[in-house]
């Protein structure tokens, strides 16, 4: 087994990956509908709401829509996170994941090289997202842009992984609605995306600890300080340890030997 | 020789780095502490602080930016302070309850409002002595000087009248009716137009210098701010007239108007109950007063961004910004 073999493998799902999401249109329309849906219309309703109070990294007054921006790019990244792993559940129902399983590479590859398939993509949705938000008046500093980048990687890498770890637990398809109900709803709405944590502490002092603690929460203000221009250290901490503990719990979950699968499968 | 390329590099680099952008020193009273902050307008660091009358607020620069006046309405004074040292160095006999005031275009000679007693204070600064009282309508406010020196004009709050004085005589020759609650005037500065802001009405009538007849009432609206808390107070005009600049009060919002065609072109959100404004005197940069957020916010006028607020303590007022 040579690099070469492994960059072969890597380059071919990436591809296949971005192929999907190319022609996928309606996946793509959907993915950029529901953040924006978001901001012109429930953001619409609460413009002046945190005109009240500076929240590093800003360093003046902004209005609602301007706060929730990077929490929208979380959600984005969320989302193509689940739907990877709904994805690959798929791939488990019909048969085309068999035809990456024979690879001869080692499955903690193939599933690394999947997550960073997805994780592109969800860059690539952010960034149409970004600029959508652009001509509607949200405009961060041009270096927020480029430091951006690593932090998406970063946090998009955290999200997938945690999908994959859920595809492993899920056996059918029709179980997703469970992922939204159980998985999507409470991190996206117990996380700093939507309010400050401020405010959350406002009201409940226990909803402010769960939020604090949630993952989710730490990508947001990743991402937050990054498109700002600002590197947010304890959350980048936070939300590599998540990854590392998503990923080495998705790659047992994806070991036929010990992981669920193997029970899954059953008698 | 290739390897001085570097060094030369270098040098222009650390050169270039050690030329200071235009460093404006902004000045702001602050009603409640009864203090004047400084601050240094580009990096947006508060330098100091320092005790002055009681109640402070209107504030301007003499002419060639020595002194400071300040109004001190509560210690019935206006105080001279130089801007070399920061010491009070004197102060103008203003009568009582001086709230703003304004200079004419050649520093000599100031008006001052006074609201308790409905009359305008004439001052000759150098001879430190009140030359005239002119009388006027109920709380007088707002006040502007022409810069072609011809015209003061006081407006005042419970008449909802602009007063037009005539410079030379000291007499008032006309009157325009305002908008409700008129609180702060201004003119172009080709003086051929006065703008005044009308607290209640939440409008800005503009009115013609040489008919003194009302050219347009500008109203504002902000989408998800209720009607009521837009109350204009302090307005800028560029010097070539292209956009006004508008503090609306508890609506948290600068509105930026063009200064041509009367039009509201966009609204930004800086702090709470935003009073007075000011330009650096390079125009790139506009500072506003927050009155209840208790800070100053800074507004970049060439990328049309509120960059940073500042917080400078309690119930800032006035600004005046020395180059």
């Given at each position: 087994?040579t690099?070469l073999?492994?960059?072969?493998?890597?380059?071919?799902?990436?591809?296949?990956?971005?192929?999907?999401?190319?022609?996928?249109?309606?996946?793509?329309?959907?993915?950029?509908?529901?953040?924006?849906?978001?901001?012109?219309?429930?953001?619409?309703?609460?413009?002046s709401?945190?005109?009240?109070?500076?929240?590093?990294?800003?360093?003046?007054?902004?209005?609602y829509?301007?706060?929730?921006?990077p929490?929208?790019?979380?959600?984005?990244?969320?989302?193509?996170?689940?739907?990877?792993?709904?994805?690959?559940?798929?791939?488990?129902?019909?048969?085309s994941?068999?035809?990456?399983?024979?690879?001869?590479?080692?499955?903690?590859?193939?599933?690394?090289?999947?997550?960073?398939?997805?994780?592109?993509?969800?860059?690539?949705?952010?960034?149409?997202?970004?600029?959508?938000?652009?001509?509607?008046?949200?405009?961060?500093?041009?270096?927020?842009?480029?430091?951006?980048?690593?932090?998406?990687?970063?946090?998009?890498?955290?999200?997938?992984?945690?999908?994959?770890?859920?595809?492993?637990?899920?056996?059918?398809?029709?179980?997703?609605?469970?992922?939204m109900?159980?998985?999507?709803?409470?991190?996206?709405?117990?996380?700093t995306?939507?309010?400050?944590?401020?405010?959350?502490?406002?009201?409940?002092?226990?909803?402010?600890?769960?939020?604090?603690?949630?993952?989710?929460?730490?990508?947001?203000?990743?991402?937050?300080?990054?498109?700002?221009?600002?590197?947010?250290?304890?959350?980048?901490?936070?939300?590599?340890?998540?990854?590392l503990i998503?990923?080495?719990?998705?790659?047992v979950?994806?070991?036929?030997?010990?992981?669920?699968?193997?029970?899954?499968?059953?008698? | 020789?290739?390897?001085a390329?570097?060094?030369?590099?270098?040098?222009?680099?650390?050169?270039?780095?050690?030329?200071?952008?235009?460093?404006?020193?902004?000045?702001?009273?602050?009603?409640?502490?009864?203090?004047?902050a400084?601050?240094?307008?580009?990096?947006?660091k508060l330098?100091?602080?320092?005790?002055?009358?009681?109640?402070?607020?209107?504030?301007?620069?003499?002419?060639?930016?020595?002194?400071?006046?300040?109004?001190?309405?509560?210690?019935?004074?206006?105080?001279?302070?130089?801007?070399?040292?920061?010491?009070?160095?004197?102060?103008?006999?203003?009568?009582?309850?001086?709230?703003?005031?304004a200079?004419?275009?050649?520093?000599?000679?100031?008006?001052?409002?006074?609201?308790?007693?409905n009359?305008?204070?004439?001052?000759?600064?150098?001879?430190?002595?009140?030359?005239?009282?002119?009388?006027?309508?109920?709380?007088?406010?707002?006040?502007?000087?022409?810069?072609d020196?011809?015209?003061?004009?006081?407006?005042?709050?419970?008449?909802?009248?602009?007063?037009?004085?005539?410079?030379?005589?000291?007499?008032?020759?006309?009157?325009?009716?305002?908008?409700?609650?008129?609180?702060?005037?201004?003119?172009?500065?080709?003086?051929?137009?006065?703008?005044?802001?009308?607290?209640?009405?939440?409008?800005?009538?503009?009115?013609?210098?040489?008919?003194?007849?009302?050219v347009?009432?500008?109203?504002?609206?902000?989408?998800?701010?209720?009607?009521?808390?837009?109350?204009?107070?302090?307005?800028?005009?560029?010097?070539?007239?292209?956009?006004?600049?508008?503090?609306?009060?508890p609506?948290?919002?600068?509105?930026?108007?063009?200064?041509?065609?009367?039009?509201?072109?966009?609204?930004?959100?800086?702090?709470?109950?935003?009073?007075?404004?000011?330009?650096?005197?390079?125009?790139?940069?506009?500072?506003?007063t927050?009155?209840?957020?208790?800070?100053?916010?800074i507004?970049?006028?060439?990328?049309?961004?509120?960059?940073?607020?500042?917080?400078?303590?309690q119930?800032p007022?006035?600004?005046?910004?020395?180059p």
């Amino acid at each position: 087994m040579t690099f070469l073999h492994y960059l072969r493998a890597l380059l071919g799902i990436v591809k296949r990956e971005l192929f999907r999401f190319v022609h996928q249109r309606e996946r793509f329309v959907s993915a950029l509908v529901r953040p924006l849906l978001w901001l012109f219309i429930f953001a619409a309703g609460f413009r002046s709401t945190l005109g009240v109070a500076i929240i590093p990294p800003y360093e003046t007054y902004i209005l609602y829509e301007v706060y929730i921006t990077p929490g929208l790019v979380a959600m984005i990244q969320l989302f193509n996170g689940m739907q990877s792993s709904l994805s690959m559940v798929y791939d488990r129902e019909m048969g085309s994941m068999r035809i990456l399983l024979v690879s001869p590479l080692p499955r903690w590859f193939l599933l690394i090289c999947k997550l960073l398939a997805g994780t592109l993509v969800s860059v690539l949705q952010a960034y149409a997202f970004l600029a959508v938000a652009w001509f509607y008046g949200i405009q961060a500093p041009p270096e927020g842009y480029l430091g951006l980048i690593p932090a998406l990687l970063l946090t998009g890498l955290m999200l997938g992984s945690l999908g994959l770890l859920l595809s492993s637990f899920i056996k059918q398809l029709e179980n997703f609605a469970g992922v939204m109900n159980f998985v999507i709803f409470p991190m996206f709405f117990l996380s700093t995306a939507l309010y400050p944590a401020w405010k959350i502490q406002e009201s409940s002092e226990l909803l402010y600890r769960l939020a604090l603690y949630n993952p989710f929460s730490q990508a947001v203000e990743l991402i937050r300080f990054a498109l700002y221009g600002k590197f947010a250290s304890d959350p980048a901490i936070y939300v590599t340890i998540a990854l590392l503990i998503f990923l080495a719990a998705a790659i047992v979950g994806y070991n036929p030997s010990k992981g669920m699968m193997q029970r899954k499968a059953g008698p | 020789m290739t390897r001085a390329y570097p060094l030369a590099f270098l040098s222009l680099l650390t050169y270039g780095l050690s030329i200071p952008a235009t460093a404006d020193t902004v000045y702001v009273t602050l009603e409640k502490d009864n203090a004047l902050a400084v601050m240094d307008g580009t990096s947006g660091k508060l330098v100091k602080t320092i005790k002055i009358g009681k109640r402070p607020r209107g504030i301007a620069l003499g002419k060639d930016a020595k002194q400071l006046y300040v109004a001190a309405s509560d210690s019935n004074t206006i105080q001279v302070i130089d801007t070399a040292s920061l010491k009070i160095v004197g102060k103008l006999p203003s009568d009582e309850d001086p709230e703003t005031f304004a200079l004419n275009p050649a520093g000599s000679t100031m008006y001052v409002s006074n609201e308790d007693d409905n009359r305008v204070t004439v001052i000759d600064i150098a001879q430190q002595k009140a030359i005239k009282q002119i009388p006027v309508g109920v709380e007088p406010e707002g006040i502007a000087v022409s810069l072609d020196g011809r015209w003061v004009v006081s407006t005042s709050e419970t008449t909802n009248m602009a007063h037009w004085i005539d410079s030379r005589s000291l007499e008032i020759v006309d009157n325009t009716l305002v908008d409700p609650r008129p609180r702060y005037a201004t003119f172009t500065a080709d003086s051929q137009q006065l703008w005044v802001s009308s607290e209640i009405a939440g409008s800005v009538t503009v009115i013609d210098a040489n008919t003194r007849q009302t050219v347009k009432s500008i109203t504002f609206k902000i989408p998800g701010v209720t009607q009521e808390k837009i109350q204009p107070v302090g307005i800028k005009i560029d010097p070539q007239r292209h956009y006004a600049y508008v503090a609306l009060g508890p609506a948290n919002r600068v509105a930026v108007v063009d200064a041509k065609s009367l039009e509201v072109v966009d609204y930004w959100l800086v702090g709470q109950r935003v009073w007075n404004l000011e330009f650096s005197p390079d125009l790139k940069r506009l500072y506003t007063t927050n009155g209840i957020s208790n800070d100053v916010s800074i507004v970049d006028l060439e990328n049309r961004k509120v960059l940073k607020s500042v917080a400078v303590g309690q119930n800032p007022w006035g600004v005046a910004v020395k180059p």
